[in-house]
């Protein structure tokens, strides 16, 4: 049959179907990650001369230093407690 999930063809169809959506889940996450900075930068301006340049600095020092907390979640989760069983999974999600 057409839709059998041990057709090569249909293991192939559904993979990509996956791989489009986390790559759709992680261009909206950029994309809202991006125009929460750009709103808050455009905020921080509007202020003007009473917000002085801590209100157009901060909300990129917020990005940054949530890259910065994203690349030592990545590391821990890699390096310092790395998932080797199933039952290590729930472990390593609390840490992060």
């Known amino acids: 049959p057409e839709d059998d999930p041990r057709t090569p ?12 959506d986390v790559a759709g889940m992680g261009s909206d996450l950029f994309g809202s990650f991006a125009e929460a900075t750009c709103a808050a930068l455009v905020l ?17 020092a917020v990005s940054a230093v949530g ?3 994203c690349l ?20 390593a ?4």
Do not use: R, Y
């Open 67 to 69: 890259i910065f907390v």
């Open 44 to 60: 921080g301006s509007s202020i003007g001369m009473s917000g002085g340049w801590d209100a157009m600095v901060f909300p990129v």
């Open 9 to 20: 063809a249909t293991i192939a169809d559904n993979v990509g179907d996956n791989v489009g």
């Open 72 to 91: 030592l979640c990545s590391f821990i989760a890699t390096d310092i407690k790395p998932v080797k069983s199933e039952a290590d999974v729930e472990k």
């Open 93 to 96: 999600l609390k840490i992060q």
